[in-house]
């Protein structure tokens, strides 16, 4: 699954677009709007508190073999 940001101004737009789709010319999309539709729809603000950058994803293969050494080494010593 991949995740996204997504901003109140993203949700006005697609709003906006929805309501042009099916004729609704006089449907206001105002920041009460939005702050209604994620309270029904259980959306949240929420802080970002992690990035990943493409030097973590490159080395994500590395990261795992790291893991399973020390997981291994541990259980040598533990045994």
Request: glycine share 2%; net charge negative; hydrophobic share 50%.
């Amino acid at each position: 699954m991949e995740l996204a940001i997504i901003h109140d101004l993203d949700l006005q737009k697609w709003a906006r677009e929805a309501s042009a789709e099916v004729g609704l010319d006089i449907f206001l999309v105002s920041s009460g709007w939005i702050q209604m539709f994620k309270h029904l729809s259980k959306f949240s603000d929420q802080k970002i508190i992690f990035y990943v950058t493409k030097k973590m994803v490159d080395n994500e293969s590395d990261r795992y073999i790291a893991a399973a050494n020390f997981i291994n080494n541990v259980k040598e010593l533990i045994a």
